[in-house]
């Protein structure tokens, strides 16, 4: 039985990942820091403190944690103010499973980007409870921010379906007991025990109907 259905946001919603991923690799190297290959990978989920702390230290950039979280959010909500990049098909699902259950947004998108996103997609009013990873202690994949999300809802996370697109998305989802369904990018696929954690993998948004969340029990 699902009470309730939370959505991440970067890479369900928005086809944001390859926009962070440009705007952060250009905002390191003109910076004296330095990419590497594993470094996309790690970012996805994380909170937005945590990735500015890993530019500033762990990647060498040479501004401060503050400094990197303000620059690299002021240049992404730039580029939101010219185009949100909505994956096709992505909000007419979201109204879909509105019309059946309270739906939660559970990011790792900085609140003034989520608000951008939803507010431009036309989504704000589809969600019962929005919350960002800059608001929890931890960041995926710690399941916090998805547990907190289903206690604003007022349902039992091992009641809800999650549907999350990055392998730390996913842990952290079926961390806090969730069902999690995957739509992995493209881009970046998941990796094997993130995978080994969905009890569902669609190849697009557009194959998640209220028929599919039925079926997961």
């Not at 842990?171 to 009890?199: C, E, T």
Request: glycine share 8%; aromatic share 6%; charged share 25%.
């Amino acid at each position: 039985m699902t009470d309730a259905v939370v959505f991440d946001l970067d890479g369900v919603i928005v086809d944001s990942e390859p926009v962070w991923e440009e705007v952060r690799r250009a905002y390191v190297a003109a910076h004296g820091g330095t990419w590497q290959p594993d470094t996309q990978r790690r970012l996805m989920g994380m909170s937005t403190g945590e990735w500015a702390h890993y530019l500033s230290g762990e990647l060498g950039v040479d501004r401060t944690a503050e400094q990197v979280a303000v620059e690299v959010v002021e240049e992404m909500t730039r580029r939101y103010r010219d185009h949100v990049p909505l994956i096709d098909g992505a909000d007419q699902v979201v109204r879909r499973l509105a019309a059946r259950w309270p739906l939660g947004l559970a990011s790792s998108s900085p609140t003034r980007l989520i608000e951008a996103a939803l507010a431009a997609t036309g989504l704000t009013d589809a969600f019962g409870a929005t919350l960002s990873t800059e608001q929890t202690e931890r960041g995926k994949p710690a399941p916090d921010v998805y547990l907190s999300v289903a206690q604003r809802l007022g349902v039992d996370p091992t009641r809800c379906v999650a549907v999350e697109d990055s392998s730390n998305g996913v842990r952290s989802a079926a961390a806090a007991g969730m069902r999690v369904v995957a739509v992995p990018h493209g881009s970046y696929p998941l990796d094997p025990d993130a995978a080994g954690m969905a009890v569902a993998t669609l190849n697009a948004i557009g194959e998640l109907t209220p028929e599919l969340v039925d079926n997961l029990g």
